[in-house]
């Protein structure tokens, strides 16, 4: 596709694909004066023209692909799949119902039926370029928006992770060991791989396991490779993972969970910067930087004998903190629009939008999943209804849950209130709200309550108004 800055309608390519020769001269007529027109009469003819550029519309004839309808819908759903941005318009002499659902299913922006009115067609084409040239320009404003705040593939311009982006520059450079620190679903993977993205070990190889995903015994040599025979299914000698990340960086996720005995062996290879296989006799000299992760409190680890501290003073070299979502709630807008714009793009459906009473009780929802569940939470929304913009009726029953608690806990704290001091304060909120609203008007104020006017003037005097 082109640029979207284009606005004038001879800057945009349009291919027909069609084998109607009833169609050329309408198109010629209708759509060459204005528009780099191509017309094309099969499948191959149209992959080679795109393959050299992808026009900014195509029209495909339903009728002249393959033997079946179905051939010409599942030719829609491979070119949008292919050029998701492209204009795709559908043309068939078939006035089937169900074939227009299918073509709609396939993401068309427009469908014909003929006999085809290209005065119609030149209008209603101009109208999706232009919409689709909005569409760019909004896109481009909203990724010079979110590139301030973002940093790599973590999303989010709070201050908790600004001093986590701040963090990633200044170890980027250096081959120092980094400790990733937070809650399960924060991303600390994405700030592992913000770290290596910005480092010289950039095209290096990243090798990342999670240590908690795995048995033990199977760990061992997932870490340290084994030579062949070295225990009874050790057909063949195999690397392990520091030694596949000689020259790049290696990223142990939940480090807390391996056991004493690796975490000696592990400690040998940082002072080392060495390894041997299980069954080797030879050590192997690595060139890695290690960044590791946890979700665990380290130190009382390290107190309760659990966690070597030798080990935790080689790997705490340079902590970095990634806060839980409940601390970053101003990021929740642009994480919600960005897991939007994911999914939606994914399963190819219109941008949806976020009613503004949704994001009130994400942002009383607490999140105990962090950004991982939030992200569950979207791809749910776009996959499970069709509505345009999502309302409280779509939300997850745990937030809904969650945010009445909330404010249930407002209105009543766990130290319990005064409950006729309460009273009488929203009583005399509602008459002074009402009065200001009438002009000081009593009757007009007890109309607005629903109240008879003596007993309006009665709780005036009684509240001085």
Not at 181 to 186: F, H
Not at 362 to 370: A, H, L, T, V
Not at 418 to 440: K, P, S, V
Request: proline share 4%; glycine share 6%.
């Amino acid at each position: 596709m082109r640029s979207a800055a284009r606005i004038q309608p001879s800057c945009y390519s349009v291919v027909i694909v069609t084998t109607d020769e009833l169609v050329r001269p309408e198109a010629e007529a209708y759509l060459a004066p204005d528009y780099d027109l191509s017309l094309v009469q099969t499948w191959d003819e149209l992959m080679a023209l795109i393959q050299e550029e992808a026009p900014d519309a195509i029209f495909l004839d339903l009728d002249t692909i393959g033997q079946r309808s179905e051939d010409g819908i599942a030719a829609l759903a491979k070119l949008r799949s292919l050029h998701p941005d492209l204009i795709l318009v559908g043309l068939t002499r078939s006035n089937s119902r169900n074939l227009r659902l299918k073509a709609v299913d396939s993401a068309v922006d427009e469908y014909f039926v003929a006999p085809i009115n290209f005065e119609e067609v030149r209008i209603v084409l101009r109208r999706a370029l232009e919409k689709r040239a909005v569409e760019f320009e909004y896109r481009n404003r909203h990724r010079e928006a979110v590139e301030p705040q973002a940093c790599g593939e973590l999303i989010g311009g709070s201050e908790p992770m600004q001093r986590v982006y701040e963090a990633i520059r200044r170890v980027a450079e250096s081959s120092s060991t980094v400790l990733i620190r937070g809650a399960s679903g924060t991303g600390k993977e994405l700030v592992a791989r913000a770290i290596v993205s910005l480092g010289p070990r950039s095209d290096k190889p990243f090798v990342s396991i999670n240590c908690a995903a795995l048995p033990e015994n199977l760990i061992e040599t997932e870490l340290f490779g084994h030579e062949r025979g070295a225990f009874t299914d050790a057909k063949t000698a195999r690397a392990g993972h520091i030694e596949l990340a000689h020259t790049g960086t290696l990223f142990l996720d939940e480090i807390a969970t391996l056991g004493l005995a690796l975490q000696s062996k592990l400690l040998r290879v940082l002072e080392d910067r060495a390894v041997t296989r299980i069954g080797g006799k030879v050590a192997k000299r690595i060139d890695f930087r290690l960044v590791a992760a946890t979700n665990e409190d380290l130190e009382e680890m390290v107190h309760t004998g659990r966690f070597r501290e030798d080990l935790y003073y080689r790997i705490n070299v340079v902590p970095i903190v990634v806060p839980p979502l409940r601390e970053r709630l101003g990021d929740l807008p642009i994480l919600v629009d960005h897991f939007l714009r994911i999914y939606c793009s994914a399963n190819n459906k219109p941008l949806k939008q976020v009613d503004a009473e949704v994001l009130a009780v994400m942002e009383d929802y607490s999140w105990p999943g962090n950004v991982r569940e939030l992200e569950n939470v979207i791809q749910r929304l776009v996959l499970m209804n069709d509505s345009p913009l999502i309302g409280l009726k779509h939300l997850p029953q745990q937030l809904l849950v969650a945010s009445n608690a909330s404010q249930e806990a407002i209105l009543v704290p766990a130290e319990g209130v005064d409950f006729d001091t309460e009273m009488d304060r929203i009583e005399l909120a509602y008459l002074t709200a009402a009065l200001n609203r009438t002009g000081g008007s009593k009757s007009a104020a007890a109309a607005l309550l629903r109240i008879d006017r003596q007993r309006m003037k009665y709780l005036c005097r009684k509240r001085n108004l």
